[in-house]
Every structure is written in C-alpha cells, then in structure tokens.
C-alpha cells in the first residue's frame, strides 16, 4: 500500500445516511478476481442512468466537487461484508472518507486496503458539508500522525481515534504481512535464541 501521512484535499460530499455496501458497488460487479477497474462502477446505480449516460444530479458527476476526501452521511458502509467496497472506493482515487458512523466490517475493510475512515461527531460532519456547499473549493486537512481532522477555511478541527496497529501499516505503507515481515530480524534472533530453536 501507499504511505499516507498528511492530505490536504477538496472534499467531494455525499450527505446520505445508510449508504451500503451494494450501493457502493452493485453485486453484479464483483465477478472480477483482481482489485483494480472496480472504481469504474463504485456508485454504479447512482452515478449512471439504464443507457450508462451520467446522471448530472449525481455530485461525483457534477465538475464543482473534486478530491481525495469523500464526506458521507451517518451508517456508511452498512450491509454485506464485500471488501469490494473498500477496494472500488480506493481504485476511484479516494483516500479518505468521513462519516459519523462506519460499519464496523467496512471499517476494517478500508484500513486493510489503505483508505482511511474517519468517525466524526454528527455537529463536525455538518460543519463539514456546510462549509464545502458553501465554497466547493474549501479543502480539509487531515493528519494522521496528530490524528487529526481540519477545516481549512474555518479552522475547526478534531481529533479522531484510530487503532494504533492501523495507524503504522498507514504511514509506513504496510499490509499485515508487510508488517510481519518489517519485523524478520527480530523474529529471527528470537528464533535462534530461544530453546530448541531450528536456527542453531
């Protein structure tokens, strides 16, 4: 995975509560075997009319919203446990969503294929989405090494929490065995040190 450790990104807004897995990337979608074209399809039934033209009242297809953040209303990610989600909300280019509430499994999801979910309170999601349709152009800055969230064009910021163990293999670019194999030296002096070692 990629390293992240600070963004400063536009915000695309998606102010919908309960946006689940099957509307983040429809069934029909998941037959490929490798992670790469699902961004292609990710909000396939709302981005998309039955002739495949945009819908222009859809946000991802209005040209005013762009970025690296994406900004959902609360319960995102509810439903079906497909890793699909994380995988074509990654491969679309977002780095980042926020929302008020994540489904514990998407959650875990996203930290496993390096897009990072970030809880917020309900009063901070709404300062959020009032501020960008306010000023499309303004932008959050979010710091994972500080753990923290900013509004750039108010300063309001906040501090969110993340799993220690996540936070590394995010700034460090790590998948789990990434990280197992980060740490070889030291599992290997621990192998030949301990009794009955098969390294002697």
Not at 111 to 120: D, F, K, R, S
Request: net charge negative; with cysteine; hydrophobic share 40%.
């Amino acid at each position: 995975m990629k390293k992240f450790e600070k963004l400063t990104s536009r915000v695309v807004p998606l102010p919908i509560e309960n946006i689940d897995t099957d509307q983040i990337i429809p069934a029909r979608f998941l037959k490929a075997t490798t992670r790469e074209g699902f961004g292609d399809n990710l909000f396939r039934d709302w981005r998309f009319d039955s002739d495949n033209q945009p819908k222009a009242d859809f946000v991802m297809n209005d040209p005013t919203y762009s970025g690296k953040i994406l900004v959902a209303g609360k319960n995102f990610g509810c439903g079906s446990s497909r890793e699909h989600a994380a995988w074509a909300i990654q491969d679309y280019g977002f780095d980042v969503v926020i929302s008020s509430f994540f489904a514990d499994i998407f959650k875990g999801n996203a930290l496993n294929n390096g897009v990072l979910p970030i809880t917020v309170p309900d009063a901070f999601l709404e300062k959020i989405f009032e501020t960008v349709f306010a000023n499309p152009n303004a932008g959050l800055t979010v710091d994972l090494e500080a753990q923290t969230v900013t509004i750039n064009d108010t300063g309001d910021n906040f501090e969110f929490e993340i799993n220690a163990y996540k936070k590394s293999c995010l700034i460090n670019g790590y998948d789990d065995i990434d990280f197992i194999l980060s740490h070889k030296a030291e599992i290997e002096e621990f192998e030949r040190t301990r009794p009955f070692s098969f390294y002697r």
